[in-house]
């Protein structure tokens, strides 16, 4: 089902039992380097080792006496998921970590976790590249880069937890756009390379052995602040309102955002401007998703959230194009097919529908989920799938040809 890709893993196999870091490590850990800012800390494994990895004093093995079994905390809500643009690998955003998995065997080979007082994984995303992961967990924005062994690069960090973000889909991914639950979005432009050139940069400081600095702005990177400033740069938009979804237009020159006030509305990328607003719901808005479809292949926003409908509109004229009403509680998750054709949605009722956006008729009602669908996700290889996962802590597979469940992670 995978495309080939010439990206070299550390392994392949599937997890072994290994270690998580407890809180109940801090003063064991504090003894090893005084230096050390514990909220920086992660734990990190691959194949049969497991390292505690902290920026400012390094990796070190965690000894046996304060240690505890990683899938204590693996277990857990399945938050989000993302597939890679190449259709080879899967990333999961679960309550305590953050899990990759090799879509051609249905393996997971590497687990990140972190601090069970940070979690969840709220989101993960792929960089149009396929080498890096994107995720979001307390008030912090990090990046993964799979090719590597190393932890995650933690390269912004924000006053209040962030609720969602998207990054551009540019060959660079040279913007990021977060939203906060304090009510602030921000938009991120970087110069060189986009968040991969920054997120190396960063690394190549933080390897010179510097402690990460402490956070006195309201955005920052948490290691340089004079290459946060001369690689890339932050502007701010006001809604006056929290923003739980946030989407860039598939030719990233737009940015959408869902409220909780049930509005959309629609800024230019470039100098911010609002070009557009809506209220296609009258209770907040959970989850957009905003791409190519229909026959004329607009570009069109379809949103969902706690009226249990789903509004379609054309992104440019804001024109409602369909109305697709089928959950019977709330609707929590979105996306598109890659060629546009249909649209799949989830909600607390369990369920997963998938939409003709050539007819706004139901295709497939998938049932298998035992509780509510966080989020859902296409693998666009030869035969498209659906992936979902949710609070029954299972990640699931289906045909959209067959309509049927192919397998369960």
């Not at 230019?268 to 209220?279: M, P, Q």
Request: some cysteine; aromatic content about 8%.
């Amino acid at each position: 089902m995978s495309k080939e890709m010439s990206l070299s893993l550390a392994t392949t196999e599937p997890v072994p039992t290994t270690r998580l870091f407890d809180t109940a490590v801090q003063s064991s850990v504090e003894d090893r380097s005084h230096s050390m800012d514990y909220a920086d800390t992660l734990i990190y494994h691959d194949g049969d080792t497991s390292v505690i990895w902290n920026d400012a004093a390094g990796p070190f093995l965690p000894d046996d006496d304060t240690a505890v079994d990683i899938h204590t905390w693996r277990e857990g809500t399945i938050y989000s998921i993302a597939v890679s643009p190449t259709a080879q690998f899967m990333v999961s955003g679960e309550r305590f970590a953050v899990r990759l998995w090799d879509l051609k065997s249905g393996q997971e080979f590497r687990t990140y976790c972190v601090r069970p007082n940070w979690g969840p994984i709220r989101q993960v995303a792929f960089t149009t590249s396929s080498t890096h992961v994107v995720a979001a967990c307390a008030n912090t924005i990090s990046v993964i880069d799979i090719t590597g062994t190393g932890p995650p690069a933690i390269v912004m960090t924000y006053k209040s937890p962030v609720s969602a973000f998207s990054i551009s889909a540019d060959r660079d991914s040279r913007k990021l756009v977060t939203v906060c639950y304090d009510k602030s979005v921000y938009v991120h432009t970087f110069k060189t390379k986009g968040i991969v050139g920054y997120t190396n940069e960063l690394r190549k400081r933080c390897s010179t052995g510097k402690a990460p600095e402490k956070f006195q702005s309201d955005v920052s990177s948490p290691f340089d602040s004079a290459v946060r400033d001369s690689d890339q740069t932050t502007k701010t938009i006001a809604v006056g309102a929290v923003s739980q979804a946030v989407q860039f237009s598939p030719d990233s020159r737009y940015i959408v955002l869902g409220l909780t006030s049930g509005h959309i509305r629609v800024f230019t990328s470039e100098n911010h401007a609002k070009v557009g607003e809506f209220t296609p719901h009258r209770l907040p808005i959970f989850t957009i998703a905003v791409d190519w479809a229909g026959r004329e292949r607009q570009m069109m926003i379809a949103s969902g959230g706690g009226d249990q409908c789903i509004r379609v509109h054309a992104l440019l004229t804001s024109e409602l194009l369909f109305e697709l009403d089928g959950h019977t509680q709330a609707v929590t998750s979105l996306a598109f097919t890659s060629d546009g054709a249909c649209l799949a949605s989830g909600g607390l009722d369990t369920m997963i529908s998938l939409w003709s956006m050539y007819t706004g008729n139901q295709v497939w009602l998938f049932r298998g989920h035992t509780a509510t669908v966080r989020t859902v996700a296409f693998v666009n290889d030869i035969e498209e799938e659906l992936v979902s996962g949710g609070d029954d802590r299972s990640i699931r597979l289906w045909s959209v040809k067959s309509g049927k469940e192919t397998s369960v992670l």
